[in-house]
């Protein structure tokens, strides 16, 4: 069974900090998502990693593919308020013929004023 | 327009009820998903359809019925429904099924089943 688990569950900073979210499994994975979700509404995509190694930067967050293919980080600098949210990695993996994604429970992400 | 919108946003339903939600998508994707989402559990895919076949179905209860009469528009028709059914049903739909798999969510719908 693949699974994937973030850590940590929750987070509480205050604005301006730096921070850095994991989401680690034993499988690998073809590529893995990441999205942000904010109360009251679906997960919004944000990245997708697809090669071992790979780094991509979106504004102030940097979303970093494990070299195995088997875990990603994503790290936020001087976060702002507006990055307030529910972080989800999804990772894509097979069950038998059929394509799938693999959902983490999340990281809890508040940034207070 | 909003690329994915769901309605109702929020709603509460008796045991011995009968009700469904509405999805649509704008985006000319192929392939449209429900999936369940309920504290401290991962998303849960309940059904996936592309091209309008479904082509998934994760082992989910009878009381839950899905409908896809075209590549635009999904339906979750909900009857006899638990307790435990309690959760945000989210909507999403994807390009393809089998190659651009990035998943584009609607808002949700809030059920209550009392």
């Known amino acids: 069974t693949q699974l994937l688990e973030q850590s940590p569950q929750f987070l509480s900073i205050q604005e301006g900090e730096n921070l850095t979210v994991y989401c680690n499994s034993s499988s690998v994975f073809s590529s893995l998502q990441w999205y942000r979700q904010e109360p009251g509404e679906g997960p919004v995509l944000l990245v997708t990693?697809?090669?071992g190694g790979e780094v991509k930067k979106l504004k102030r967050l940097t979303f970093q593919f494990g070299d195995a293919r088997k875990d990603s980080s994503l790290h936020i600098t001087a976060a702002q308020p507006g990055d307030t949210g529910l972080y989800l990695c999804a990772g894509e993996g097979r069950a038998g013929n059929n394509r799938k994604l693999i959902w983490g429970l999340g990281t809890s992400l508040a940034v207070n004023p | 327009e909003t690329g994915v919108t769901q309605t109702p946003r929020h709603l509460v339903m008796g045991m011995t009820n009968k009700k469904s939600l509405k999805c649509e998508q704008h985006?000319?994707?192929?392939?449209m998903y429900w999936y369940k989402q309920s504290a401290k559990k991962p998303l849960e895919l309940m059904f996936v359809?592309?091209?309008?076949?479904?082509?998934e179905n994760n082992s989910v209860p009878s009381r839950f019925s899905p409908e896809c009469p075209n590549s635009s528009h999904l339906f979750l028709h909900l009857h006899t429904l638990q307790p435990e059914d309690s959760a945000l049903y989210l909507c999403?739909?994807?390009?393809?099924?089998?190659?651009?798999?990035?998943?584009?969510f609607g808002p949700g719908t809030r059920l209550t089943v009392t």
């Open positions: 359809y592309s091209l309008e076949e479904r082509v």
């Open positions: 999403a739909s994807s390009q393809d099924w089998d190659s651009k798999f990035e998943q584009y």
């Open positions: 990693v697809v090669t």
């Open positions: 985006l000319g994707h192929n392939a």
